[in-house]
């Protein structure tokens, strides 16, 4: 099976990010694709880790060499996801799981179709929003910001492939898992799906034929048999095409397959 692209999105605060972790953490089919940003790391994050943090210099430097498969401006910072980073994952035959907003999913599908959309949606607002809050990294204007963002984000989601109730952490990452086991099975994502189905149907092909050639075989030995005489009365005496079948499956009549010369 080929890999493909995994992409959750969600609101500041929705979860994808945590998702992403916990289902990285229990599939090893599945590898991460570290993000760019120009925001500064948060407590625990690691450079090239989490996320490769540049200056914004350097972001502009590497979009304008067509480094990224997608990028884009969110609170002030920007986000993009290294073209090379999903091709290392995608070598490796792992689906890439990747955590990016809305307006960098547009982008991304354009360079890989066969992208694999899941929503993480958030209960109710009110638990979003204490999310945002027991994070602490925004406060006053700077939480006005996410939430406007948070709306214009919501109204997007038709465009995603599924959606993902982040009601309990648990329950969404297995839905997220099942989707991925799903999405495996597709018959575009399994590798040399017509060479095997082939090799069953030619087998199938060979069987039925010898079977058929058999029954051919125990009729004209029938025939055979019958032009000498015989005990008719016997009460035991079998049909003579169900003698025939069986000295034919104990290997007593042997038979061999002559091509028909055509004629010109």
Excluded: W
């Excluded at 035991?236 to 397959?257: D, F, M, N, P, Q």
């Amino acid at each position: 099976m080929s890999g493909f692209p995994l992409i959750l999105s969600s609101p500041s605060g929705g979860g994808k990010t945590t998702i992403a972790h916990e289902l990285l953490r229990r599939r090893n089919d599945c590898g991460y694709s570290v993000s760019c940003t120009t925001r500064p790391p948060r407590a625990n994050e690691k450079d090239q880790t989490d996320y490769f943090f540049l200056t914004r210099e350097a972001f502009l430097a590497a979009r304008e060499r067509g480094e990224f498969a997608e990028s884009a401006q969110g609170h002030d910072h920007l986000y993009g996801t290294l073209r090379r980073e999903v091709d290392r994952v995608l070598a490796e035959g792992k689906n890439v799981v990747m955590d990016i907003d809305v307006q960098g999913a547009r982008q991304f599908v354009e360079l890989y179709p066969d992208s694999v959309l899941v929503f993480i949606l958030p209960p109710n607002s009110e638990v979003l929003l204490d999310r945002l809050k027991e994070r602490g990294t925004e406060s006053g204007p700077a939480l006005e910001t996410r939430l406007k963002s948070a709306v214009a984000e919501l109204q997007a989601v038709g465009m995603y492939h599924y959606v993902v109730v982040n009601d309990d952490l648990d329950r969404a990452v297995e839905a997220v898992s099942t989707i991925v086991d799903a999405e495996q099975m597709r018959t575009s994502r399994i590798s040399r799906l017509g060479e095997r189905v082939g090799e069953v149907v030619v087998g199938l092909e060979e069987h039925a034929t010898n079977k058929y050639l058999g029954v051919l075989v125990a009729a004209k030995f029938a025939r055979v048999i019958n032009e000498f005489p015989r005990d008719r009365s016997a009460s035991g005496e079998k049909k003579l095409t169900t003698r025939a079948l069986e000295e034919l499956s104990r290997g007593e009549i042997e038979y061999r397959v002559i091509p028909r010369r055509r004629t010109e």
